[in-house]
């Protein structure tokens, strides 16, 4: 039938698969369990080996490659050295890790992830301690686990070799030619549809996800659903191999990529005016034709965009459009380019960010007293430093479709990034924000919470609705009603910077 090799996550061993694992051999399968090699001095290469082994003692031809989180990476290392003898690679609530990629950066819990890059502060035994029985929310979600089962998990958690999270996974590429399947545990936030959205954006690194060899499978539970759903795992296991799953459908050849379609406001039949542009660092400011100093308006991207885009943000034609629309009325537009590329680099941004409005404020062309931030989609999270304390030359606070807390799976968001906390501290500044009415319900619950806390505290917050928008209204949406809030939320914001 099927020989399947299952590799566990951090902290677990084979004795996670045993309900899993029943079920499979149940069906005639043959069953590996991995238990991946522990002590200070293991590393990733370690467990490739370990998993090598297991491939290598399957007496069925027929092999499928299971990996949970950080068992993705082994699985990889072993399959690019024996994709011959695999049929398929299952990602279980994993990551999507290349060559060169340490496991380190995709660990959802900020405070391991801290000690584990900061070579000073690496445990003196090589090992990283498995959680304690009221910590594993920080490795991922515990939807689904009985009291029992959060038991079974601390009390037969082993700790985890440093090495096998800071050493880079190195493929040679035969692993492409291997189908793959992901099972999506949904609690953590990642869904098919969501997947579908990545790849409707055109970016080219998720192109691979609509290959007709991939499949996917949504499984309404938490992180660990061996434990919480294994009869249901079981079978999506053995669907798996069987090449069954949804598939994602490319999108078409001749649409252009959702980040490459241009301004709402900028149309072939009003064209937004060209204005003077310059560029230096991670700055570029649009300036008006009227002398300054002037207000100015900093347009500051969302993300986590992928390290590799390109064109990168500042160069999108919705970036660009703001930058200009805000010169055609009179104030300097600048935008930045931050480097949010993965959910940990929150903290990078916001000093990058910060650096650009400092530059900005020194422009011989703006007035630097007179500053408003404007931000989007997930680069909502950066308004936080802003909120908590507002200085006095930032005049207003701008938000379109903005994510305002983490979002189900974004464990690795540093604890520093809560603007629904944070607003507590913005006084009378003012708030623009722009909702779209058909947002995602995720996104959509973030700013319902920021909306009650700003009304609990006080804050001077406008609220501009777009019922018939979607999340990204400005690219998705080009109709009157965008059009419309846009100019209203530009509007507002100008108001207080002139006021």
Request: with cysteine.
């Amino acid at each position: 039938m099927t020989a399947f090799v299952l590799v566990p996550g951090h902290f677990t061993g084979g004795w996670i698969w045993r309900e899993v694992s029943a079920r499979l051999r149940a069906a005639g399968a043959e069953v590996h369990e991995a238990t991946l090699a522990g002590g200070g001095g293991a590393g990733l290469e370690a467990h490739v080996e370990d998993v090598l082994r297991l491939i290598d003692a399957a007496a069925d031809p027929e092999v499928v490659l299971v990996g949970h989180e950080y068992g993705i990476h082994p699985v990889l290392g072993a399959a690019d050295r024996r994709a011959d003898r695999l049929t398929r690679i299952v990602y279980l609530d994993a990551g999507l890790p290349v060559d060169g990629d340490r496991a380190v950066q995709l660990v959802p819990d900020q405070l391991a992830r801290e000690v584990l890059t900061d070579p000073a502060r690496r445990p003196a035994d090589g090992l990283l301690p498995a959680p304690g029985r009221g910590e594993w929310h920080r490795w991922g979600s515990t939807d689904g686990l009985t009291a029992e089962a959060l038991d079974r998990l601390t009390g037969l958690a082993t700790a985890q070799p440093v090495a096998s999270l800071t050493e880079p996974l190195r493929l040679s590429g035969a692993v492409a030619s291997v189908p793959t399947t992901g099972i999506l545990c949904t609690s953590g936030g990642v869904t098919i549809a969501s997947v579908e959205a990545m790849v409707r954006t055109g970016m080219p690194q998720f192109r691979f996800l609509a290959d007709p060899r991939v499949g996917f499978f949504d499984l309404d539970t938490g992180h660990w659903p061996m434990l919480s759903r294994p009869e249901e795992l079981a079978d999506l296991l053995l669907r798996a191999a069987a090449g069954e799953g949804h598939r994602i459908a490319p999108p078409p050849a001749a649409e252009a990529p959702v980040f490459s379609r241009p301004h709402v406001l900028d149309t072939p039949e009003h064209p937004l005016p060209d204005c003077a542009h310059e560029r230096a660092g991670n700055l570029d400011v649009y300036l008006p034709e009227a002398e300054g100093p002037l207000p100015a308006v900093l347009f500051v991207h969302g993300g986590p965009v992928p390290a590799g885009t390109r064109p990168t943000p500042r160069d999108w034609p919705v970036y660009v459009g703001y930058g200009r629309y805000a010169a055609s009325l009179g104030v300097v537009g600048a935008t930045v380019e931050h480097g949010l590329d993965e959910l940990y680099g929150y903290p990078r941004a916001a000093d990058e960010i910060a650096a650009a409005v400092e530059a900005l404020r020194a422009h011989p062309r703006v007035d630097g007293d007179r500053i408003a931030l404007w931000f989007f989609s997930g680069g909502g999270l950066l308004t936080t430093d802003w909120l908590a304390e507002p200085p006095s030359w930032l005049r207003c606070l701008a938000a379109n479709y903005p994510v305002l807390a983490p979002l189900p799976g974004w464990e690795a968001v540093d604890r520093r990034f809560r603007p629904a906390e944070a607003v507590a501290g913005a006084g009378r500044l003012p708030i623009v924000l722009t909702r779209a009415g058909l947002e995602a319900d995720a996104i959509a619950a973030t700013v319902a919470g920021f909306v009650a806390a700003a009304g609990e505290h006080g804050a001077a917050l406008e609220v501009i609705d777009v019922p018939n928008g979607h999340h990204g209204f400005e690219l998705a949406d080009h109709t009157d009603e965008v059009r419309d809030a846009v100019a209203r939320a530009a509007a507002s914001v100008l108001r207080h910077l002139r006021a």
